[in-house]
């Protein structure tokens, strides 16, 4: 009886690891706001360093390449959002992995049988 309760149990931590697992790489996989923002940031960094480069007027390019860096940082800001906001996800998708993996080997042990001892 026992076993047949942990078979039940041991089928339904797998296929909610799975579960977790899926949802965990549909939030890793999907753009984020601070992905996005991150490239249009650094897109109109690169496009104000490429105008500075072009500018002929020391005070435009002056205040072209000081608009590049603010951009750059500010992607640099985006892209560490971005970053953090990926730690969860990796974690969700590593434990539904974890528990995918005992699960079956719970579910393996379970067809074992006892050796018996036979007193004849």
Known sequence: MI??????????FLLGGLLGSAVAAYLLLSPSEEETLYEQKQK????????AQAATNPI??????KESEEAGDSA???EEGARARRIWPQLG???GVVVCFFSIVIFGLTFIGR??????
């Open 3 to 12: 076993r047949i309760i942990l078979r039940v149990l041991a089928v339904l």
């Open 44 to 51: 109109e960094s690169v496009a104000k360093y490429e105008q």
């Open 60 to 65: 435009e390019k002056a205040q072209l390449l």
């Open 76 to 78: 640099r800001v985006w």
């Open 93 to 95: 998708i590593g434990v």
């Open 115 to 120: 050796k018996r001892t036979s007193t004849a």
